[in-house]
């Protein structure tokens, strides 16, 4: 989910794919489905994603599904109902009773699951974390995200291009002490200061929570009336404030850049009330997920680290199939 959630402007206004790679490149990033292995066919994986209901990780879900399957592994998922450590963490000690051979899990936190996922890798689960981090460095055998600081700093300067340089602006997200989002809004705010007319307003966080994302974007318009620009921290927060800028009367007046591009989110830049979606690429995430644990199961050598693909999606560039591929899904 997080499900929750990147470069120059110039990017922006082309729809350039952005190569966001990590430490080093995965070489099966790109094979697909490579059939049934010796050494990863029957072997049991188990994926927890963030946010079971987050087209983002619905999307993620379905491309570690098809993958894994192509590799005989035997494969389920499970997700939270919400962004919450207290409903990660029964899911975590379920799975970790099953003892699997593989795991790939998006924490909520960067450090309170900690303590159960060294507790399951010392009983030789292999451990891949995809989208969300831990502060831990000995947790994972592979770590798979999009570059979310640098998506932070195009979501910056894509908003101030279209604010004119000028005005005051606003991060809403998701909570603080999540790697992927407190990643976003440290690129945000910090290539915001490359805009001394623009006024970075305190960062407001609303728990995940889409009526609340609404309701502090009308809050704020009424107390600052040169709102120009506001940047979402992931898909729920961008499907808020397109809400509560519709019901202001607002929608394309204040811009907005958001993260993600699930569906209600790609109807909201249709209708011209979002101006910018910076799109991950979560069926990449899946897919690099599931070929590394394949790759640690037959004794080959392991990505420890990898970024995936972002593309930046305006009204304009929508339509075409390179940009539109990237569109998150509902359901497999």
């Known amino acids: ?19 966001l790679t990590g430490a080093a490149a995965c070489s099966s990033s790109d094979s697909g489905g490579s ?11 188990r994926l927890i994603t ?32 919400q962004w919450d450590v207290s409903v990660q963490r029964p899911l975590l000690d379920s799975v970790a009773a099953s003892r699997p051979d593989g795991l790939l899990i998006s924490p909520v936190d960067t450090s309170a699951l900690t303590p159960s996922l060294k507790q399951i890798q010392s ?10 981090t ?5 947790i994972g055998i592979t770590r798979i995200s999009s570059d979310n600081e640098k998506g932070g700093r195009v979501a910056a300067d894509a908003l101030a291009k279209l604010m004119g340089e000028k005005g005051s602006a606003i991060v809403i997200s998701v909570k603080p002490g999540v790697s992927t989002t407190d990643a976003r809004i440290k690129g945000f705010t910090e290539e915001m200061k490359k805009y001394p007319k623009i006024k970075m307003l305190p960062t407001l966080y609303d728990n995940d929570l889409p009526a609340t994302a609404a309701s502090q974007i009308q809050s704020t318009l009424a107390a600052h009336p040169d709102l120009g620009g506001v940047f979402a921290g992931n898909t729920n927060t961008g499907q808020g404030i397109a809400t ?3 019901q202001a009367g607002k929608e394309g007046k204040v811009k907005v850049a958001a993260f993600d591009a699930e569906p209600d989110e790609v109807a909201s830049l249709k209708a011209g009330t979002l101006q910018v979606l910076v799109a991950q690429d979560p069926a990449s995430i ?8 394949a790759a640690a199961f037959e004794g080959k050598s392991v990505q420890k680290s990898i970024g995936t693909n972002m593309v930046a999606i305006t009204k304009a560039n929508m339509g075409d199939p390179s940009v539109s591929k990237y569109f998150y899904k509902s359901g497999c």
């Open 35 to 45: 059939g049934s292995s010796g050494g990863a066919a029957h072997k049991k994986v």
């Open 123 to 132: 009983a030789g689960t292999k451990v891949a974390l995809v989208d969300t």
């Open 286 to 293: 899946g897919r690099e997920a599931v070929d590394q644990l």
């Open 134 to 138: 831990v502060t831990d460095s000995s």
């Open 50 to 81: 963030g946010v079971k209901s987050d087209p983002f990780y619905i999307t993620m879900t379905c491309a570690a599904k098809t993958e894994a399957k192509a590799k005989g592994m035997d494969f389920s998922a499970d997700g939270s109902a």
């Open 1 to 19: 989910m997080l499900s929750i959630r990147s470069r120059r402007s110039a990017l922006v206004a082309a729809g350039t794919v952005l190569a």
């Open 244 to 246: 509560g800028l519709k």
